[in-house]
């Protein structure tokens, strides 16, 4: 049996001004999520950036 396991391609969709330090904190999320999923093949990811201060900085949905 072959132990490793294959990592699934996150795409993103990005929106605004979304920096490259905010899309790399995005991906590390969604691995981190995704460490116990079997059976995903790819990840579609929507950054946006919204003019709203009261949202928290970073928000991931």
């Not at 201060?53 to 949905?61: E, I, N, Q, V």
Request: neutral net charge.
């Amino acid at each position: 049996m072959n132990a490793t396991r294959e990592r699934p391609e996150i795409r993103f969709l990005t929106s605004g001004d979304v920096t490259a330090h905010e899309r790399a904190a995005a991906e590390r999320a969604v691995r981190t999520a995704l460490t116990s999923a079997d059976g995903v093949t790819s990840v579609q990811v929507t950054l946006s950036v919204v003019a709203d201060a009261s949202l928290p900085r970073p928000a991931l949905a």
